[in-house]
């Protein structure tokens, strides 16, 4: 099992954990169609797909 030659600082161990937490994502409401999504990602909505409140394809699966 490997083991540190030296001590590891509490300063560089929290360092390390700073990015650890979790963060919620971002959401919006589509004005075209009402709906709740992610930020900046594409969604369906009754069987087409949206992105930026612009009808991308119809009749997405």
């Known amino acids: 099992m490997a083991h540190p030659k030296r001590k590891i600082s ?3 161990r929290d360092k390390r ?3 650890d ?3 919620l994502k971002q959401l919006s409401v589509d004005a ?3 709906e709740i999504h992610r930020r900046h990602t594409a969604h369906v909505s ?3 797909l949206y992105y ?3 009808l991308v394809v ?3 699966q």
């Open 58 to 60: 119809e009749n997405y």
């Open 17 to 19: 954990r700073t990015h």
């Open 52 to 54: 930026r409140g612009k």
């Open 32 to 34: 075209t169609t009402g």
């Open 10 to 12: 509490k300063t560089r």
């Open 21 to 23: 937490t979790l963060t």
């Open 46 to 48: 009754e069987g087409n």
